[in-house]
Nanobody
C-alpha cells in the first residue's frame, strides 16, 4: 500500500528556512518520479520541484536558487530544503508520486499524494 506522509511545515519569518520531509512506504522512491507541489488559498496547485529516477531535477522559476529537492534512499524519504523564504511561499505543501519518467510538474501526472503540511511565512 502506497503512503506518503509530509512533515516539517511551520511558521517562519521572511528570510528564514524550513526543511520539509515526505516519508514514503509501499514502494522505493528512487525508482520513480517524485515532486513537491503547493497550493495557496484561492489558487491552483502548482509544481515546486521534481526529481526524476535518474536524479535530474526541475524547479519552478519562483523557487530556483532558494529551494532544493533531494532524496535519502536509506530512509526512503523525499526532502524540500527551503531557504530565503518569502511571504508568497505561504501555502500547503504536498509531496506526490509521478506516473511518468519525464517527471514534469503537472498535477494530473501524479497518482499518489500526501496529506500536506502548512508553510506560513510572515513579513
Amino acid at each position: 500500500q502506497v503512503q506518503l506522509m509530509e512533515s516539517g511545515g511551520g511558521s517562519v519569518q521572511a528570510g528564514g528556512s524550513l526543511r520539509l520531509s515526505c516519508a514514503a512506504s509501499g514502494y522505493i522512491i528512487r525508482t520513480v518520479c517524485m515532486a513537491w507541489f503547493r497550493q495557496a488559498p484561492g489558487k491552483e496547485r502548482e509544481g515546486v520541484a521534481t526529481i526524476r529516477s535518474d536524479g535530474a531535477t526541475i524547479y519552478a522559476d519562483s523557487v530556483k536558487g532558494r529551494f532544493t529537492i533531494s532524496e535519502d534512499n536509506a530512509k526512503n524519504t523525499l526532502y524540500l530544503q527551503m531557504n530565503s523564504l518569502k511571504p508568497e511561499d505561504t501555502a500547503m505543501y504536498y509531496c506526490a508520486r509521478g506516473l511518468y519518467w519525464s517527471c514534469q510538474a503537472h498535477a494530473n501526472e501524479y497518482n499518489y499524494w500526501g496529506q500536506g503540511t502548512q508553510v506560513t511565512v510572515s513579513s
